[in-house]
């Protein structure tokens, strides 16, 4: 998998944050809703998160799919390149300074 440039990351700031929540042990569930009109969903500790974030991290290899859940949602964890790229993103923020930091949150 060859590693992306940052400006294709969306979101960055608010990616590097749902990284940072999933840490090593909390899932990303992504709840299938074709059936119910609303499509597919992803949820981490209840809170939702957006389709273009959870894309690209499944597209990007930064988490895999671990299988389906009683209830029929399906668990997705951080893989290595997951943690690795949690890493390099956190090495990353604390870098900036605090106006690139608002500029990041600002600009995406």
Known sequence: MRPTP????????QTLEIL?????????MM???DD????TRW??????????IAEYL???GVIADTGVTEVGTRALRLTEI???VLENGVRWWN???????????IRG
């Open 6 to 13: 940052t400006s294709l990351i969306p979101c960055r700031a």
């Open 20 to 28: 940072q929540f999933m840490g090593k042990c909390r899932p990303l």
């Open 31 to 33: 709840l299938p809703g």
């Open 36 to 39: 119910d009109g609303f499509g």
């Open 43 to 52: 949820v981490l500790d209840g809170q939702q998160v957006p389709p273009v």
């Open 58 to 60: 499944m597209h990007t």
């Open 82 to 84: 997951g943690m690795r």
């Open 95 to 105: 870098s900036l300074d605090f106006v690139q930091r608002l500029i990041v949150r």
